[in-house]
Structures are given as structure tokens and as C-alpha cells.
């Protein structure tokens, strides 16, 4: 038909981590608590800019699932520890993880909570 022009067909724009052009882009993260909330939101964040990623949380099924979720939105590595952040040994567990693994820290979210309940005040 005259005058008639054909759909245009649209582009799936690339995201960051396919062009580089995050400042995030192959920087190592390292997100405590990042099963869900603030940290869940943070790490796919993270991902979709191409940051690798070490995720930590207490709920090990629940912290696969986020991490399945940053490798879908673009990290290029992605490695989790589940444990309980406050024991006495979850520091050195966290940064031989690290080491092994990336070889360096870029960025630290320390999101996890911890909570402590006192029941004698001495009185």
C-alpha cells in the first residue's frame, strides 16, 4: 500500500556487563545476607552491572536461588557461602573463599543482621 511502512522490529539493548561500561563490570563483590531484602536487591543489582559476586547467608537453599538469579542477570561468577555470619569463624571462611576463588575484594555490602536479646541486666 503507498504510504504504508513496515513495524520497525525493536533491539534488546545490551546491559552493562555485555559492553563494560559499568565501573562495576569484573570488580569482585562480596554481599553478607544476600539471600533476600536489601541484599537479594543488591546482589541482582550487582549482576546486571557484571560484577562478580560472593553471596553469604544463614538459608543455603534460599542463597542458590539468588545466586541462579545473578548468573540469569549477567554476573559472570558467582559463588555463595551459607553460614551463620556472627560465629567466630565465618570471617576467615568468607575471605578464604575470596582468596580462593577471585583472588581480591573490590566491594564489601556487609548487609547480614545480627541480633542479640539480653535477658538479666543484673539486677
Not at 562495576?24 to 553478607?32: D, H, M, R, W
Not at 559463588?79 to 575471605?95: C, K, L, Q, R, Y
Request: net charge neutral.
Amino acid at each position: 500500500l503507498p504510504g504504508h511502512h513496515q513495524p520497525q522490529q525493536l533491539q534488546r539493548q545490551p546491559t552493562a556487563a555485555q559492553t563494560d561500561n559499568s565501573m562495576f563490570a569484573g570488580k569482585v563483590i562480596a554481599i553478607t545476607g544476600a539471600a533476600k531484602g536489601i541484599g537479594e536487591a543488591a546482589a541482582l543489582q550487582f549482576a546486571q552491572l557484571g560484577g562478580q559476586l560472593l553471596l553469604t547467608d544463614l538459608d543455603k537453599a534460599a542463597i542458590e536461588a539468588t545466586a541462579d538469579r545473578c548468573r540469569q542477570a549477567g554476573s559472570p561468577k558467582v559463588v555463595t557461602v551459607s553460614g551463620d555470619i556472627t560465629a567466630p569463624n565465618a570471617a576467615a571462611e568468607i575471605a578464604a573463599a575470596l582468596q580462593k576463588n577471585f583472588g581480591r575484594l573490590d566491594v564489601l555490602v556487609n548487609n547480614a543482621g545480627a541480633q542479640a536479646c539480653i535477658t538479666n541486666m543484673g539486677t
